[in-house]
């Protein structure tokens, strides 16, 4: 049986309001490895990416993440901005390849490795749009400095959607 699309209107915008939420607490975090890594961010948005990617598809995932981090951007100041368009990219592309994994690769990957996957794709992308700012590849030797820290997250990120996947998947009806 297929999806009530009433249903399933209210599910996604139910998790557009919570992605954009947690995009906004986010940036009210200090977090001391701004000190490191500046512009650091838990992810914690992406467990709502990875688990609409579970329950819905890659292409409400995407759609998500890009409501998640334009209006989000809007409300928080940094529209326009490098800031967003680092979140756009990293979220975007994430969104995407975890979703292409989950579609395709599940039989090999828990969501924790999905969810890494996204993490790595996500740094990669804000690298890739800040050396097309920049001017310069060089910007890509920061790379393992964000992932010494976006690896972890990325990891407690997959745990936790697997948590939320297992007590609170959508229902068909």
């Given amino acids: 049986m297929g999806y009530s699309k009433t249903r399933r209107v209210v599910y996604l915008g139910l998790a557009t ?6 995009h906004i607490f986010e940036g009210l975090i200090p977090l001391p490895t701004d000190l490191i890594v500046p512009g650091f961010k838990l992810g914690l ?9 579970v329950n819905f598809g890659t292409k ?35 969104a995407l390849l975890m979703g292409l994994v989950y579609r395709y690769g599940s039989k090999f990957f828990s969501l924790l490795g999905i969810s890494l996957i996204g993490a790595i794709t996500h740094n990669v992308a804000q690298l890739m749009v800040a050396s097309l700012i920049i001017e310069t590849v060089s910007i890509f030797g920061y790379l393992p400095y964000m992932l010494f820290f976006a690896l972890p997250t990325g990891a407690f990120v997959g745990l936790v959607t697997g948590q939320v996947v297992k007590y609170y998947s959508f229902q068909r009806s």
């Fill in 17 to 22: 309001g919570l992605a954009m939420a947690l």
């Fill in 60 to 94: 409400d995932a995407v759609a998500i993440s890009i409501l998640r981090t334009t209006l989000g951007s809007l409300l928080g100041g940094t529209f326009m901005t490098p800031t967003f368009f680092f979140s756009f990219a990293g979220g975007l592309a994430s």
């Fill in 45 to 53: 948005a992406n467990i709502i990416s990875l688990y609409v990617v």
